[in-house]
C-alpha cells in the first residue's frame, strides 16, 4: 500500500494497537490521519502496491474505497472539483461511474459518514472480502439522514488520469480523513461550508 498508510500502520503497530480490536484501531487511526497536515498525492498513487493498483473499474468495485486522479469534462464551468477524489462506487452507467466522494464533507462530518456506512458492510472482518453494500437506494434508506448528498459525484471514465489505487477496509477511516483532498477553483473551506449548508 502506499507509503503513507503503511507510515501511520507502522505507527499504530508501534504503538501497540491490535487491529483485531476494531474499535481501538479505528479511533486510533481517525486520530492519527487528523494530526496529518500534508500528503503527497501522487506519491501515494506512485508508491503504492502494484497488487493495489487497477487501470479500471467494474460492477465488482460497488462498495470498495478507491482514489484516482480526475481532470473534469465541464470544469471551465463548474464552481470547484476535486483532483484526487476518493471514493466508493455506488453505479456504473454508459463509461462512468458514480460514488461518494468523502472529500466534499469536513472532516468530522465524514467521520460521521464513515460509522453510518459502516453499517452498511457485508461483514465485520474488514479485511478484502469487505465491501459497503451500496447503491442510491440503499443511501437513501440507510440511517445517512442527508450526510451522503453532497458527496455523491458522477465520474467519466475518459477524463480519470491514473490508475485506480485500492484502499484495504482496514485503512478506510485513515484514508478517509487524511488531507487528501485537492480542490480547485475554491479553498476546501468554501467548498465544506457550501456542503453543510446543502444539509
Known amino acids: ?8 500502520a507502522n505507527k499504530a503497530t508501534k504503538a501497540g494497537i491490535d487491529p483485531k480490536n476494531v474499535a481501538d484501531a479505528r479511533q486510533w487511526f481517525r486520530d492519527a490521519a487528523m494530526q ?27 462498495g470498495k474505497m478507491y482514489c484516482f486522479f480526475y481532470d473534469p469534462k465541464h470544469k471551465k464551468t463548474l464552481p470547484y472539483y476535486d483532483r484526487f477524489p476518493i471514493i466508493f462506487p455506488i453505479e456504473f452507467n454508459n463509461g462512468s461511474m458514480l460514488g461518494i466522494n468523502l472529500h466534499y464533507l469536513p472532516p468530522i462530518v465524514r467521520a460521521q459518514l ?4 459502516f453499517s452498511t458492510a ?40 491514473s490508475k485506480f489505487m485500492y484502499v484495504s477496509p482496514q485503512r478506510w477511516d485513515m484514508a478517509a480523513l487524511l488531507p487528501m483532498e485537492r480542490f480547485v477553483k475554491a479553498s476546501k473551506d468554501k467548498v465544506w461550508a457550501e456542503s453543510l449548508e446543502k444539509l
Do not use: E, W
Open 36 to 62: 496529518v497536515s500534508s500528503v503527497n498525492t501522487k506519491q501515494v498513487i506512485a508508491t503504492a502496491d502494484p497488487s493495489a493498483i487497477f487501470q479500471s473499474l467494474s460492477a465488482n468495485s460497488i
Open 122 to 161: 457485508n461483514n465485520d472482518k474488514y479485511n478484502k472480502t469487505t465491501k459497503l453494500g451500496l447503491s442510491y437506494s440503499i443511501l437513501k434508506g440507510a440511517s445517512l439522514g442527508d450526510l451522503f448528498k453532497p458527496c455523491v459525484k458522477r465520474y467519466l471514465f475518459s477524463h480519470v488520469r
Open 114 to 117: 464513515m460509522d453510518a456506512l
Open 1 to 8: 500500500m502506499a507509503y503513507i498508510f503503511q507510515r501511520l
